[in-house]
């Protein structure tokens, strides 16, 4: 459906008039035109989501920062620019951030790096004080840490988090340059109370919390647990996410030392969406090498969690893709590979718990050597999946029928309380692995609009 069907504002109907029909025939209907000498530019930065593009095309839909001025439009490269830029102008005024090349996320405001001695110098905190300090053969395993060593990892990791973690108002969009390489290096966009944000075209690498907490009741044998998502959405509404990459390296978890007999782990979600967040569309991602990839609810006790995910890829990711609670989730068109890459070792693909209503329709996987149909889902026994059309190795396959095969307990069940109407672009599966290897994840989008492959 083209930009021109979408709804409301004058400002909006001017800029789905240009170009809609080439936009319709290219499969770019989320992709304005602007014309300049003798060829066609992509205007990514102006773009918004088109009608009946997933959940946020609800209601008001998502425009972002669209409407901006000129004196709300930036382009950036340093991690100084890019937080002066999402704190410029006044509370609500609409912004577009443009993100040209390379962010280190872990300098100080003159541009040089920080490390994680630098964030520690001067709390107390060592990491050998701390395994020390919370050995459970003297700390024990039914308490969380507390004391003097505790308290100085978390100042530590506080002044982390005040450098990689940046917060994004409302009316935003954030869009990587179209041909620079645009990537956001060891940071966390944070989404919160925030409604209307796009973000398009960036690659996410490396998130790392440099002072993970160890809990020791976490699971039977503990857990350490990290901080900072690539992208967290939280109390939020309309948001879209289209055309990023998001990936672990080059620090792969295979590199994380163990202590306690559990991983050191440093990376958190790659796009998380919790805290009764409500009404976001993810698509033409392209996910890879990281463990907890996309958690869909913070709490079995989370609500609204309205999210479509679709023409996303997954490759080398372990789990959660997604993790979903309580919430009505549309998977379509996704495609997920499940062979093991850089150490990701695939566990499950999607899990539905906590009375979710997942519909999953027309995805496609890949099995590995040595991975089932019935490994491809998980659950809580409270969860559901619907849906048709999903084909494991070219074959039409009934996830939910292999799962519950070879679960006696904590079955998911097939029926749903909703059925999608928000289905653009919805296609059938055979053509996806050809298709998203190619048209996913950032640098695809690129300033010339007959190479904007895949949409």
């Known amino acids: 459906m083209s930009a021109s069907s979408h709804r409301r504002s004058p400002a909006r109907k ?13 499969g770019l209907a989320a992709v304005p035109l602007t014309m300049s000498a003798g060829a066609a530019t992509v205007d990514l930065a102006h773009a918004v989501l088109p009608a009946d593009d997933g959940w946020a095309a609800s209601g008001s839909g998502t425009t972002g920062g669209h409407a901006a001025d000129a004196a709300h439009t930036s382009t950036v490269s340093t991690r100084a620019e890019l937080a002066k830029a999402l704190k410029a102008g006044p509370e609500g005024a609409p912004r577009i951030i443009q ?9 100080d405001d003159s541009g040089k790096p920080l490390t994680c001695a630098d964030y520690a110098a001067g709390t107390g905190y060592s990491l050998n004080s701390y395994l020390k300090a919370y050995d459970p053969a003297a700390w024990g395993r039914s308490k969380l840490p507390s004391g003097a060593q505790e308290s100085a990892r978390a100042a ?6 005040g450098r990689v973690v940046l917060s ?4 935003t969009t954030i869009v990587g340059v179209p041909g620079s390489g645009a990537t956001i290096v060891g940071g966390s966009l944070q989404v919160s109370n925030a409604d209307d944000v796009i973000i398009r075209n960036l690659v996410f690498s490396d998130t790392r919390d440099c002072f993970p907490q160890w809990d020791p009741t976490d699971g039977s044998t503990g857990n350490w647990n990290s901080q900072y998502d690539a992208v967290s959405v939280r109390r939020s509404t309309h948001v879209w996410a289209d055309h990023n990459t998001f990936g672990d ?17 440093v990376h958190d979600g790659a796009l998380d969406i919790t805290n009764a967040s409500d009404l976001v569309t993810v698509e033409y991602n392209r996910f890879t090498n990281h463990d907890k990839t996309m958690l869909i609810g913070s709490s079995d006790k989370d609500t609204k969690l309205r999210v479509t995910l679709h023409h996303n890829l997954f490759q080398g990711i372990v789990q959660r893709a997604p993790l979903a609670r309580v919430g009505q989730i549309h998977l379509y ?17 999607i899990n539905s718990r906590a009375k979710a209503q997942v519909v999953a329709q027309n995805n496609y996987w890949v099995l590995s050597d040595g991975r089932k149909a019935s490994q491809l889902l998980s659950g809580d026994g409270t969860g559901a999946v619907a849906g048709s059309g999903n084909l494991v190795n070219g074959t039409v396959t009934d996830l939910v029928g292999a799962y519950n095969a070879e679960h006696s307990g904590k079955k ?16 059938p599966a055979n053509g996806l692995p050809a298709k998203l290897t190619k048209s996913t994840g950032a640098g695809v989008l690129t300033v010339a609009g007959a190479t904007t492959a895949g949409r």
């Open 168 to 171: 994004v108002p409302s009316k």
């Open 249 to 265: 390296g080059p620090h792969y978890d295979s590199s994380n030392p163990s202590y306690f007999g559990r991983e050191y782990q």
């Open 14 to 26: 001017r800029l789905a008039l240009i170009g809609a029909a080439s936009l319709v025939a290219a």
């Open 412 to 427: 998911i069940a097939t029926a749903v309380n909703w059925t999608p109407k928000l289905t653009a672009g919805l296609e």
């Open 99 to 107: 993100v040209k090349g390379a962010i280190n996320m872990n300098t």
């Open 156 to 161: 530590a990791q506080a002044r982390q988090a």
């Open 333 to 349: 068109d996704n495609y997920y590979e499940t062979a093991t890459l850089n150490g990701y070792a695939h566990s499950y693909s």
